[in-house]
């Protein structure tokens, strides 16, 4: 995990501010994420539209002409006592 993240700010990301978002779902979403890809990839396209979408409206209101988004996603399968919890 160190490693990944050390990789993506020395060579991958450029230098302009990054913040992390994390979806949180219901306990039956989670469960149905966890066992159907399908759902999963679903759930977390539409969680990066939503976000791109309010992030381009921002840019927009200052000025800013045609703005891009990118994202880094890693779906995390499992909370802090191991138990199963799939979020993004």
Same mark, same amino acid.
């Given at each position: 995990? +160190?490693?990944? +993240? /050390?990789? *993506? ?6 230098? @302009?501010? @990054? ?8 306990? +039956?979403?989670?469960?149905?994420? /966890?066992?159907? !890809? ?9 969680? *990066?539209?939503?976000?791109? +979408?309010?992030? !381009?409206? !921002? ?12 994202? @880094? ?7 802090? /006592? ?7």
């Amino acid at each position: 995990m +160190a490693e990944t +993240a /050390a990789h *993506l700010v020395d060579h991958v990301l450029p230098h @302009v501010p @990054v913040r992390q978002w994390v979806l949180t779902v219901p306990f +039956a979403l989670r469960y149905r994420m /966890a066992y159907d !890809r399908k759902v999963l990839r679903e759930v977390r396209r539409v969680f *990066l539209r939503t976000i791109f +979408a309010h992030l !381009r409206r !921002r840019a927009r209101a200052r000025g800013l002409i045609d703005p891009e988004c990118g994202a @880094v996603s890693f779906v995390q399968r499992f909370g802090s /006592a191991l138990n199963l919890q799939t979020h993004s």
